[in-house]
């Protein structure tokens, strides 16, 4: 069964960090490309950040580049989410997602598998 699974949520003050993993089951997730999203509340879903399927390239929303980054472990199927410099603007559920291709994927639509959401809280 393809599941993804997110940790590494939680509450932290402002200036603070996390570090969210995401944990794929199955081998076909190492050729694939991933992402994050995240959802504040009342707010619509929205993209993070995204890595291709070997790691070498990367893209971020502007309202976190330079402060988060994202990696991904090929051999362990995971793929991470470094949140440095947190603003209570972050606060949100974040979502990791996987979508076959090689390439970036930034839409919602390109992600056919999707984890359960990890929350993270930053306070003022």
């Known amino acids: 069964q393809v599941q993804l699974v997110e940790s590494g949520g939680g509450l932290v003050q402002a200036g603070g960090s996390l570090r969210l993993s995401c944990a794929a089951s199955?081998?076909?997730?190492?050729?694939?490309?991933r992402g994050w999203f995240r959802q504040a509340p009342g707010k619509e879903r929205e993209f993070v950040a995204a890595?291709?399927?070997?790691?070498?390239?990367?893209y971020y929303a502007d309202s976190v580049k330079g402060r988060f980054t994202i990696s991904r472990a090929t051999a362990k199927n995971t793929v991470y989410l470094q949140m440095d410099s947190l603003k209570p603007e972050d606060t949100a559920v974040y979502y990791c997602?996987?979508?076959?291709?090689?390439?970036?994927?930034?839409?919602?639509?390109?992600?056919?598998?999707w984890g359960q959401g990890t929350q993270v809280t930053v306070s003022s």
């Open positions: 997602a996987a979508g076959a291709g090689t390439s970036l994927l930034l839409l919602e639509h390109e992600y056919a598998y």
């Open positions: 890595i291709d399927w070997n790691g070498m390239n990367t």
């Open positions: 199955g081998p076909i997730f190492n050729s694939y490309a």
